[in-house]
């Protein structure tokens, strides 16, 4: 499948969906990040809306107790960013 423009508009280009943009976009770039001792940047991906702008970077970890964690690092005022938890089963 191709990237190249067809005339229609995605959800990214509409706005009603930010565009997520992977820190490290392959294996290889996530090695090279820990051989730099960069590893807390490992697995954290921007989302960035219509404009380019990078709207919050999220990453998940588990903790010591084996728990996951989601992180959101927001970049617009806290009232322009709600967070909604689904907890039904993805089918």
């Known amino acids: 499948m ?11 280009d ?3 969906r930010c565009e997520p943009k ?11 990040a820990m051989r730099h001792s960069e590893d807390e940047h490992v697995g954290k991906v921007d989302f960035e809306d219509d404009s380019g ?3 919050c970077t999220v990453h998940v970890e588990r ?7 989601m992180h959101v ?7 322009d960013l709600e967070i909604i ?3 039904d089963p993805v089918v």
């Open 14 to 16: 509409t706005g009603d």
């Open 63 to 69: 903790d010591e107790s084996g728990v996951f964690r």
């Open 2 to 12: 191709s990237d190249q423009p067809t005339g229609e508009l995605t959800p990214y």
């Open 53 to 55: 702008e990078t709207v």
């Open 85 to 87: 938890r689904h907890d």
């Open 22 to 32: 992977l820190w490290q976009p392959g294996r290889l770039a996530v090695l090279d």
């Open 73 to 79: 690092t927001s970049f617009v005022d806290v009232d």
